[in-house]
């Protein structure tokens, strides 16, 4: 489990309204990325998440040991989950409860 508090630092990309992600620590301390699309799929009662990423300070970095950082960003990304369910703050869309909502 990662704690986000120490690990990374968020801020809000003012032209296109995305949290960019900072890493603070680590081997990839100074990479700065978005997320993308991000995706919950089950299979068999197993959830997995899918997601994109765009980093936009130290691809080298990340471009020199992607998978490596693919790990990282994917624990990063459930922890974020975790704590907005455990707060009731998740926010998706065309889920079921998304599709109630329209109607």
């Known amino acids: 489990m990662i704690d986000l ?3 990374i630092e968020t801020t809000k990309d003012d032209i296109n309204g995305f949290i960019v992600i900072r890493i603070k620590k680590g081997e990839f301390e100074g990479v700065e990325f978005t997320y993308g699309a991000v995706a919950v799929n089950e299979v068999i009662g197993t959830a997995t998440l899918s997601f994109e990423y765009n ?3 130290g691809s080298n970095m990340v471009e020199a040991n992607e998978e490596a950082f693919t790990d990282v960003a994917g624990d990063i990304l459930m922890e974020m989950v975790t704590r907005q369910i455990a707060e009731g703050s998740v926010v998706y869309y065309g889920g079921i409860d998304a599709d ?3 109607t």
Request: glycine share 0%; charged share 45%.
């Open 5 to 7: 508090n120490e690990f």
């Open 55 to 57: 980093v936009i300070k």
């Open 100 to 102: 109630i909502r329209e």
